[in-house]
Structure formats: structure tokens, C-alpha cells
């Protein structure tokens, strides 16, 4: 087992991924936010789906979800059908421009990687894949498994609260 400093510093290693994703954010044409790009995305690969297991995948609100969509409709990069088994839901589908917008995002996310990755070998770039595939695994589906987070501990300055 790796040693408290090592767990610290990687917490810290993955909240600087947020410059990972803020850049990966500026290659999305201006019409296109990153959510509508995770819709997108999970469309893509997942194929067509209600709303709501669009929702539980996005791990947003519903409503959220619900203006994504209407934004990519207006684009007329996915389809928003009746579900045939309940009529008060919708089906959700890439249309062939949203697949190409996707096509064209995926392009743009594997140049700007290649790029910035253009000093690592190919055995290191499958190094990163294969750990962060294994470490989203050892975290598994969080909005469907709650996991029972161990107390805080007491950090300086730290007050504690009695019950009234």
C-alpha cells in the first residue's frame, strides 16, 4: 500500500487536471459547450437512450440534461423522439451532423493530445490509459454505489459543533 504522501500528492496531481480539461475545453467550436460535448460523447458511444439515462450517466440534474439537449436539437445534432414504452419520456439520437461534430471533436482532442504528448513514447501514452482506466474502475459508478467516507479528521483551527 503507498504511503499517506504519495495518496496526497496524487489528490493534488488530479485537481491539477483541470488544466487538462480547461484546454481540452478551448478546441470545442464556439457552439458547442462541454457539456454538450459529453452528450455528445455519450451518444456516441452508448447509442440512442432516454433522457434520464443520459442524466444518470452525466451524473447532472435532469433539468440540466434537459437543456443540453434542447441546445443540440437546435443544431440539429440529435434527435429528440416519443419513447414508444412511456410517451412522457424522450429518446435521444445522434443525427449524421451530430456525428460529425463528434467525429470532428474527437479529431481535435486526439491533435491537441498528440501534441502535447509528443515527447512520450507509445508504451508510456498506453501506461496512462491503462492506469487511468484502472483507477475509474477502482472508483466504479459513484452515483449509483454510495460509499461510506470515513470522518474528517480535525484540521487546524477545526471547530466542532455540539448538539443543541
Known amino acids: 500500500m503507498a504511503a499517506q504522501t504519495q495518496y496526497e500528492e496524487l489528490a493534488r496531481q488530479l485537481?491539477?487536471?483541470?488544466?487538462?480539461?480547461?484546454?481540452?475545453?478551448?478546441?470545442?467550436p464556439f457552439d458547442c459547450s462541454a457539456g454538450s460535448a459529453a452528450v455528445l460523447a455519450?451518444?456516441?458511444?452508448h447509442g440512442d437512450m432516454r433522457m434520464s439515462n443520459l442524466s444518470e450517466l452525466l451524473?447532472?440534474?435532469?433539468?440540466?440534461?434537459?437543456?443540453?439537449?434542447?441546445?443540440?436539437?437546435?443544431?440539429?445534432w440529435i434527435e429528440r423522439s416519443p419513447d414508444p414504452a412511456d410517451k412522457r419520456s424522450r429518446i435521444l439520437r445522434l443525427t449524421p451532423e451530430g456525428s460529425a461534430v463528434l467525429g470532428e471533436l474527437s479529431r481535435r482532442s486526439a491533435a491537441l493530445l498528440a501534441e502535447r504528448l509528443s515527447d512520450w513514447t507509445d508504451d508510456e501514452v498506453g501506461e496512462l490509459i491503462r492506469l487511468m482506466s484502472r483507477l475509474r474502475a477502482d472508483f466504479g459508478d459513484c452515483r449509483a454505489t454510495p460509499h461510506r467516507r470515513p470522518p474528517p479528521p480535525h484540521l487546524p483551527h477545526q471547530t466542532t459543533r455540539t448538539p443543541a
Open 59 to 76: 451524473a447532472v440534474d435532469m433539468s440540466v440534461t434537459s437543456r443540453h439537449a434542447a441546445h443540440l436539437a437546435e443544431r440539429g
Open 42 to 45: 455519450l451518444l456516441g458511444r
Open 15 to 28: 485537481s491539477a487536471l483541470g488544466a487538462v480539461k480547461r484546454d481540452l475545453g478551448r478546441i470545442l
